[in-house]
């Protein structure tokens, strides 16, 4: 509690409460989330997940105040910078086309999602528990769906085929 008291009197904004997670927004800091976690690794932390907003770092109860004091100095040796102002695209729901078990059970491909536009996602392709699908299984991808997935560098997705056995 107190590395992450240090690290927000610092200018690091974070977020959540588990006592053994440290999830960072680091855009107010003045990194993408991405790029943040490259930096960390750069200074041998390995984080949980990295995506264009968030940094996770999952902490062991078998760290030491040493390995405490460590992260925290690497941490603050990262140079605050002017706020990054991206934010993801707006959300909306997309169309429903058919029922979950029904895409599910449909024949299926997997495409770039340059090509998805108008299709029906077969498979929901999440890369971190407990994330949200941009689109659920059996709902048409739209433009604002590939935005999304775009912008969370998702490039491929499992589509309903189309093409006759």
């Known amino acids: 509690q107190k590395l992450k008291s240090n690290l927000q009197e610092q200018g690091y904004c974070l977020r959540g409460d588990e006592p053994l997670k440290i999830t960072i927004c680091p855009k107010p800091?003045?990194?993408?989330?991405?790029?943040?976690a490259?930096?960390?690794?750069?200074?041998?932390?390995?984080?949980?997940?990295a995506d264009p907003?968030?940094?996770?770092?999952?902490?062991?109860?078998?760290?030491?105040?040493?390995?405490?004091?460590?992260?925290e100095k690497k941490?603050?040796?990262?140079?605050?910078?002017?706020?990054?102002?991206?934010h993801p695209p707006e959300f909306h729901l997309p169309e429903r086309v058919m029922s979950?078990?029904?895409?599910?059970?449909?024949?299926?491909?997997?495409?770039?999602?340059?090509?998805?536009?108008?299709?029906?996602?077969a498979s929901a392709s999440v890369s971190c528990?407990?994330?949200?699908?941009?689109v659920i299984c059996g709902e048409r991808i739209d433009e604002a769906a590939i935005q999304h997935f775009t912008y969370y560098d998702i490039k491929v997705c499992t589509v309903i085929s189309t093409d006759s056995p």
Do not use: W
Not at 29 to 36: A, I, K, L, T, V
């Open 129 to 134: 528990p407990p994330a949200v699908p941009i």
């Open 53 to 71: 907003d968030y940094v996770v770092m999952m902490l062991t109860p078998e760290i030491d105040l040493t390995g405490l004091n460590q992260l």
């Open 38 to 49: 490259k930096i960390l690794l750069e200074k041998n932390i390995v984080c949980e997940f």
């Open 29 to 36: 800091y003045g990194y993408d989330g991405r790029h943040f």
């Open 100 to 121: 979950i078990r029904e895409a599910a059970l449909s024949p299926c491909k997997i495409i770039p999602i340059s090509e998805s536009c108008g299709k029906i996602l």
């Open 75 to 86: 941490l603050l040796s990262i140079s605050k910078r002017p706020a990054v102002t991206e």
